[in-house]
């Protein structure tokens, strides 16, 4: 008959002392106190695996650090382990690599895996944007946080500083990059949901920021305040393709030759230039046209662009010119580049143009949606009356003499 182990009691736990040889000292149901001959005192659970019965043994911890009760829990949750055939030592082992995998997936560690795949599939300017932006506002006190741990209100709360400064509509951005990065923690198996799903509700709406424009009927002011004012042919060739095309300040400043098709009288941007990463077709226009033949006097062997830098001329030019341009000539708060954009907008629809084409000339919806109403050729029929009307729209708004072809037709330039 197996000898009935008495248990202990915290004062033998206590006064137990060290002697010559290594002892232990039993409470009985496979827990044990070893107790040294440097007078340590560790706590360990002796127990048969599950399935192979062979014996092992677990550490519980230092005695005082872990008492006599706390050691009495242990061995419970080990039993408990055990009824289930769980082997206590190798769940144990489970949970500290979780709670290294956890502490190990930091915000800005998981951040980085998620910018890695998102830079992919945005502009260079935009990735910069968003990494600096989480650098500046989110990495210094957050960055450090198992994502497993982060909580809306301790991410609302440095959010809070960023709205006091009356920054909303980085706030807005912010919320949503790291809804972002914790998606994707939910989808790589990280964490189980997403915490800061809901935490741009605890923020104003930052107001609509329109771009700023102006009325159809101030266009002809436009196109005689750019004949007035002393512009580099190229400069001003670049501003009235940009009007005449519709096409954002990127699309248009990066124009290469390669991308016109004159017989076809087209101009294909590639989908990887086109903000909604699409590709764009443009039907040229006769003032177009024009324009590439001012430009031809400029095209070289090593540029590929149809608006070569000043500075450098194997570079297109700065992406930023034309809204510096309009700043300089009085037009400051009132136009910027892509405001030609909403000009154009607002003018056809005006002149009762299909809402439809009107945004596909935009870029704004893909083809295929235009397509339901309209086959191919049909589309792009509509397309080029559309075009058409708004280049001799501009033309005619310039008084002829005023636009760019006719002023180095007028100059006798190339």
Not at 37 to 52: D, E, I, R
Not at 80 to 105: R, V
Not at 113 to 142: C, G, T, V
Not at 170 to 196: C, D, K, P
């Amino acid at each position: 008959m197996a000898k009935k182990v008495i248990p202990l009691t915290n004062t033998q736990v206590k006064q137990a002392k060290a002697q010559d040889k290594e002892y232990i000292l039993s409470d009985g149901d496979g827990l044990q106190l070893k107790i040294k001959t440097t007078g340590s005192k560790t706590w360990v659970f002796k127990y048969s695996k599950p399935f192979t019965k062979k014996r092992s043994n677990i550490g519980f911890g230092v005695y005082p650090e872990v008492s006599l009760a706390q050691a009495r829990e242990k061995r419970k949750n080990a039993r408990e382990l055990l009824a289930q055939d769980i082997d206590p030592k190798t769940y144990k082992d489970e949970q500290q690599l979780k709670q290294q995998e956890i502490h190990s997936n930091t915000l800005q560690v998981v951040a980085e895996n998620w910018f890695s795949i998102k830079q992919s599939s945005i502009s260079p300017n935009y990735a910069k944007d968003i990494w600096r932006s989480m650098e500046l506002h989110i990495f210094p006190s957050l960055g450090k946080y198992p994502v497993a741990s982060l909580t809306a209100p301790v991410v609302i709360a440095v959010l809070k500083k960023v709205a006091k400064e009356g920054n909303l509509e980085t706030v807005r951005r912010l919320a949503q990059r790291l809804n972002e990065v914790m998606t994707f923690a939910v989808n790589t198996g990280l964490i189980h949901a997403n915490s800061l799903s809901g935490i741009r509700a605890a923020f104003e709406k930052p107001a609509v920021k329109h771009m700023a424009t102006i009325k159809p009927e101030e266009l002809p002011e436009l196109m005689q305040t750019l004949n007035a004012s002393n512009l580099q042919i190229v400069t001003r060739a670049l501003i009235e393709w940009q009007l005449h095309t519709m096409t954002r300040s990127n699309e248009s400043a990066k124009a290469e030759w390669s991308e016109i098709d004159l017989d076809k009288k087209l101009w294909i941007i590639p989908a990887e230039r086109m903000k909604m990463k699409r590709e764009h077709v443009i039907p040229l226009t006769k003032q177009m046209i024009s324009i590439l033949s001012v430009l031809s006097s400029f095209k070289r062997p090593y540029c590929p662009y149809l608006f070569p830098s000043n500075r450098d001329p194997k570079k297109h030019i700065n992406t930023e010119t034309v809204n510096k341009v309009l700043r300089r000539i009085g037009y400051h708060n009132r136009l910027v580049a892509h405001g030609f954009r909403a000009l154009a907008s607002t003018t056809l629809n005006e002149q009762e143009f299909n809402p439809d084409v009107i945004e596909a000339a935009l870029a704004h919806v893909d083809k295929n949606t235009v397509r339901k109403a309209y086959n191919r050729a049909e589309y792009l029929k509509h397309r080029t009356e559309l075009m058409t009307w708004w280049s001799e729209h501009i033309e005619e708004c310039a008084k002829g003499s005023l636009s760019v072809t006719a002023s180095v037709v007028n100059a006798k330039f190339g």
